[in-house]
């Protein structure tokens, strides 16, 4: 798996995530607990993951629809 998208937004994780399932990518959302640690205030990014084959196109994805990857 290879890191695509890290960010404290969670509408953001949401958009880019049905973008790469609208495009039969497979991605997974890693940190989503750490609210536990962080007391819910949303300092802790969440990252979005994805197969490392899918990383070029996946990244496509996200530029074609003005997703700042940050990388």
Not at 2 to 18: G, M, S, V
Not at 40 to 64: C, E, Y
């Amino acid at each position: 798996m290879k890191e695509l998208l890290r960010t404290n937004d969670p509408t953001l994780i949401a958009y880019a995530k049905a973008l790469l399932q609208g495009e039969g990518i497979d991605c997974f959302e890693m940190d989503v607990n750490m609210s536990i640690l962080e007391g819910g205030i949303g300092i802790m990014p969440r990252r979005l993951m994805v197969l490392k084959q899918d990383h070029f196109v996946a990244s496509a994805v996200l530029r074609d629809n003005d997703i700042p990857l940050g990388q």
